[in-house]
Nanobody
């Protein structure tokens, strides 16, 4: 059983920064595909960024150049550094993982393809 626990959310003014963390407990394949997704009130879950075991990354167009996904395999932790935050970034942010790495880069658009999810951490950006 895999458990993902997010932290680091909070309230920040536009232009500010936050770093989200996702600690993974239990066995996850060393070739896993992992990602961050978000869901704003009244909207569907959308992809933010994904990362593959070899360090390859892909981002949603809306966050390119502002957000950076990274992982520390020794600590079994996934990160999302968010800079230049905008009010439209306000959402619940979720960490996700899947043991199968195939098509990982395209799965930023496919939240349903991930097997494991965290409980979410709220990010609120005020103008």
């Amino acid at each position: 059983q895999v458990q993902l626990v997010e932290s680091g959310g909070g309230s920040v003014q536009a232009g500010g920064s936050l770093r989200l963390s996702c600690a993974a407990f239990g066995y996850i394949s060393s070739s896993a595909c992992m990602g961050w997704f978000r869901q704003a009130p009244g909207k569907g879950r959308e992809g933010v960024a994904v990362i593959m075991y070899d360090g390859s990354t892909n981002y949603a167009d809306s966050v390119k150049g502002r957000f950076t996904i990274s992982q520390d395999n020794a600590k079994n932790t996934l990160y999302l550094q968010m800079n230049s935050l905008k009010p439209e970034d306000t959402a619940m942010y979720y960490c996700a993982a899947d043991g199968l790495y195939f098509d990982c880069m395209t799965r930023v658009q496919a939240p349903g393809s991930f097997s494991y999810w965290g409980q979410g951490t709220q990010v609120t950006v005020s103008s």
